[in-house]
């Protein structure tokens, strides 16, 4: 049973380019989580996605950020216009469903790098 | 608005000694807490986790403490090894809602 599969490993940018992330959550969850580490900082929540359903964006800057989980495919996190400021590790993890009790499970991460 | 803190970015210990990591919450309607282990350039992995109708979790070398007045929770880890050297981030949920999590606390474990 693969894990949480993130690409790509690593991204690099020029400001103003878009940035596509990509997550695809272990096998029978239908649950998606994006979180993002800036240097030196810990885990900061940026939205909560289920199949079609965007549950929780509470965590993403209101404008250039966008991210969807389509009935088919992956969970792609979109970053419009990018910038330097929007280099960082971008997170990805899931799981089955959210009863109480469910835990996290993580992919390895994009290393996003604006230029 | 940081709803769990660990106020200790580092940590070190000489290796067989206990390591013990803190955590701190503000949210009284979390009913879960975790801990997960992170290495550079890899995604975080999970350690251990408590309900919050219990007060201690054991997994090996590992056990959780929640002190559910005191809205804190603690890692222990004994002995530790220098594999234990990692980035250690506690978390809190509340049942169908989004995970939060602290800044993290890097342990070193000294051979």
């Known amino acids: 049973n693969a894990g949480v599969m993130q690409n790509p490993r690593h991204l690099v940018r020029r400001r103003g380019q878009e940035a596509r992330l990509r997550c695809s959550p272990m096998k029978g969850h239908s649950h998606v989580y994006w979180y993002r580490q800036l240097p030196e900082e810990g885990l900061k929540f940026m939205v909560y996605?289920?199949?079609?359903?965007?549950?929780?964006e509470s965590g993403m800057p209101k404008e250039r950020f966008s991210a969807e989980f389509p009935k088919e495919g992956p969970s792609i996190l979109r970053i419009q216009q990018v910038v330097r400021g929007d280099s960082a590790a971008y997170f990805c993890?899931?799981?089955?469903?959210?009863?109480?009790?469910?835990?996290?499970?993580f992919g390895s991460g994009t290393q996003l790098s604006v230029l | 608005d940081q709803q769990v803190k660990q106020n200790s970015p580092s940590l070190s210990v000489q290796e067989g000694r206990i390591s013990i990591l803190n955590c701190d919450y503000t949210?009284?309607?979390?009913?879960?807490f975790l801990w997960y282990k992170k290495y550079p350039a890899e995604g975080p992995t999970f350690l251990i986790s408590i309900s919050s109708i219990k007060d201690k979790n054991e997994d090996g070398r590992f056990t959780v403490f929640l002190n559910k007045s005191a809205k804190h929770l603690s890692l222990h880890i004994v002995p530790s090894q220098p594999g234990d050297s990692a980035v250690y981030f506690c978390a809190a949920t509340n049942t169908g809602n989004q995970f939060y999590f602290g800044t993290g606390t890097s342990l070193t474990v000294i051979p």
């Open positions: 993890a899931s799981s089955p469903n959210r009863a109480a009790n469910e835990k996290l499970f």
């Open positions: 949210n009284s309607m979390f009913d879960y």
């Open positions: 996605l289920q199949k079609e359903n965007i549950i929780d």
